[in-house]
């Protein structure tokens, strides 16, 4: 689970080491279900603290975070209409 985290990889794509993806999937979704995992985490948070280990500086760079392009205020497409030669709104409809 930590490694899935970590890397950000798919849970079909888990090293075979960790055991079969469905089963270490599975757990973790019981755990997120139950408060184990919430529970486990904050023992882990409040270790880190006590040995001043947790770094809670957080950068992020804007070359790494993904956007669909209507996000970045992208304008749709337009497309010459072949019939009267106007140029039109591309649409995704089927006529």
Not at 10 to 37: C, H, I, M, Q
Not at 62 to 83: L, T
Request: with cysteine.
């Amino acid at each position: 689970m930590l490694y899935k985290c970590k890397t950000g990889i798919a849970w079909r794509d888990l090293p075979e080491r960790y055991g079969p993806w469905k089963t270490v999937y599975n757990r973790f979704w019981r755990w997120a279900s139950n408060g184990t995992l919430t529970t486990l985490v904050g023992g882990v948070r409040v270790v880190a603290e006590a040995v001043a280990e947790l770094d809670r500086e957080v950068s992020v760079d804007s070359s790494i975070v993904r956007a669909h392009q209507h996000a970045a205020g992208a304008r749709p497409a337009r497309m010459a209409d072949p019939a009267n030669g106007r140029v039109s709104r591309r649409t995704d409809r089927t006529r």
